[in-house]
C-alpha cells in the first residue's frame, strides 16, 4: 500500500493505493482520498458482443456501483464523465472490435467521490498495462461560502459549500479532460480553481509515478 497526503485544508487529504487486488480482471486498484475508497477493475480487450462492435476502435463501457442499492441517475452522469476521461486518453484505435470495461465499486464515500473514481480507474487501467495517451487524475474543489477555494472536500463540506466543481487533468499538458459542475461561482473564481486543481494534480501525478515504481521493485525482487 502506498500513501501520500498533506494536512492544511487547501490541500490534498490524505491518499493511498493498492494495485493488483483482484485475480480475474486484467487490471485492479484500490484507491482511497480520505476515508472515499473507491475499488477499479478493467476487464479487456476482450471480445465485444456484435450489437456494440465498433470497426475502428475498442468499445469502452464504464459501470459505476454504488455502496448500497442499484445504481442512480447520479451515478450514471459519474459514469459518463469517466468514460469522457477514459476515451479521451485510452488509444481505443489499437484495439478494434474489441471490449474495455471499466467497474467501479465504491466502497466508501466521505467526499470528493468523482475525482477518486477518477483516480481509482487511471490506476487500473495503468495495472492493466493498456496503452494511453497520457495518464489522468480527478481533482475535486469548492468554494466555501467565504469565497474560499478549498481542496478535495469532504461530504459536510461540499454541502455548506456554494460551489462544488470536479475536473480531470491529462498529465502531459495539464488540460482539462472533464468538468462537473454544481452551484454559483463567477468567471474568475472558475479560473482560480482550475489553476488550484492543475497544481493539485502534480502531487497526484507524482504519487501515481512513485506508486508505480515501489510495485514494480516489489515485483522484481
Known amino acids: 500500500m502506498d500513501q501520500a497526503g498533506a494536512e492544511a485544508p ?13 485475480s480475474r480482471p486484467d487490471g ?21 458482443k456484435v450489437s456494440k462492435e465498433i470497426f475502428d476502435k475498442a468499445t469502452l ?13 447520479a451515478e450514471k452522469s459519474k459514469e459518463q464523465m469517466i ?25 466508501h464515500d466521505s467526499g470528493s467521490l468523482l475525482s477518486c473514481c477518477l483516480n481509482a480507474a487511471c490506476m487500473a487501467l495503468m495495472d ?22 478549498l481542496l478535495d472536500p469532504t461530504t459536510k463540506i461540499e454541502k455548506e459549500a456554494a460551489a462544488v466543481l470536479t475536473f480531470s487533468i491529462d498529465s502531459v499538458e495539464k488540460q482539462l479532460l472533464m468538468s462537473s459542475t454544481k452551484g454559483a461561482y463567477s468567471v474568475e473564481e472558475l479560473q482560480q ?4 486543481c492543475q497544481k493539485a494534480a ?16 516489489k515485483q522484481s525482487e
Request: proline share 5%.
Open 128 to 149: 492493466a498495462g493498456l496503452p494511453m495517451r497520457s495518464v489522468f487524475c480527478g481533482v475535486t474543489c469548492v468554494i466555501d461560502s467565504n469565497g474560499e477555494i
Open 202 to 217: 502534480e502531487k497526484i501525478f507524482q504519487f501515481y509515478r512513485d506508486s508505480v515504481s515501489r510495485t514494480y521493485s
Open 193 to 196: 480553481c482550475v489553476a488550484m
Open 83 to 107: 468514460r469522457n476521461t477514459c476515451e479521451a486518453t485510452i488509444l481505443t484505435a489499437l484495439h478494434p472490435r474489441s471490449s474495455i470495461t471499466i467497474v467501479l465499486q465504491v466502497i
Open 10 to 22: 487547501q490541500q490534498l487529504r490524505p491518499f493511498c493505493c493498492e494495485h493488483s487486488l483482484l
Open 61 to 73: 463501457d464504464v459501470l459505476l456501483k454504488p455502496k448500497v442499492g442499484l445504481p442512480s441517475v
Open 28 to 48: 485492479s486498484a484500490c484507491f482511497t482520498q480520505g476515508d472515499t475508497t473507491v475499488l477499479a477493475a478493467v476487464y479487456g480487450p476482450a471480445e465485444v
